[in-house]
């Protein structure tokens, strides 16, 4: 594969059902590509925990993934408060979820720390007011 493959997602703010599609769908696609299944499992995890957070406190966003010969790219992006301390919402169990999403069985506060657990490298973008951007890398080699 020596070409980039790009995957696009819209995430549905609308519907906590929806949450968790493009990240399953990605494991879809990552399996027909052979790619080992901790690689598929550490992609399913961050995208999962991602789309969740973009559900619970963006109104959804966009997801992409680009997979290369070296790496799995994922590039979370919505529209949505923009997080107004990083270093505390990195913190497991630091949560701003509503009680009616905690009663759901969200808004734990570990959806940022896994999605860096499960990655090599991890990038948060985030302006209040205007949004937030999260670029996740795996390394395949």
Same mark, same amino acid.
């Given at each position: ?5 790009? *995957?696009? *997602?819209?995430?549905? !703010?609308?519907? *906590? ?5 493009? %990240?399953?769908?990605?494991? /879809? ?11 598929? /499992? ?31 790219? =994922?590039?979370?992006?919505?529209? @949505?408060? !923009? ?16 009680? %009616?999403? /905690?009663?759901?069985? *969200? @808004?734990? @506060? ?13 990038? =948060?973008? %985030? ?6 951007? =999260?670029?996740? /890398?795996?390394?395949?080699?």
């Amino acid at each position: 594969m020596s070409e980039v493959l790009n *995957f696009h *997602f819209v995430v549905n !703010g609308e519907d *906590f059902t929806s949450a968790g599609q493009a %990240s399953m769908m990605m494991k /879809r696609n990552l399996r027909q590509l052979g790619m080992p299944p901790e690689i598929i /499992r550490q992609v399913s995890i961050a995208m999962y925990e991602g789309e969740i957070n973009m559900v619970i406190h963006a109104g959804g966003g966009e997801a992409d993934v680009n997979v290369t010969e070296e790496y799995i790219e =994922i590039i979370l992006a919505d529209k @949505g408060p !923009g997080i107004k301390d990083i270093e505390q919402a990195m913190q497991e169990g630091f949560s701003t979820a509503t009680d %009616s999403i /905690r009663s759901l069985g *969200f @808004g734990a @506060g570990m959806g940022l720390p896994n999605m860096k657990r499960y990655t090599d490298y991890m990038d =948060i973008d %985030s302006e209040v007011g205007v949004g937030t951007t =999260i670029t996740m /890398r795996i390394n395949l080699q």
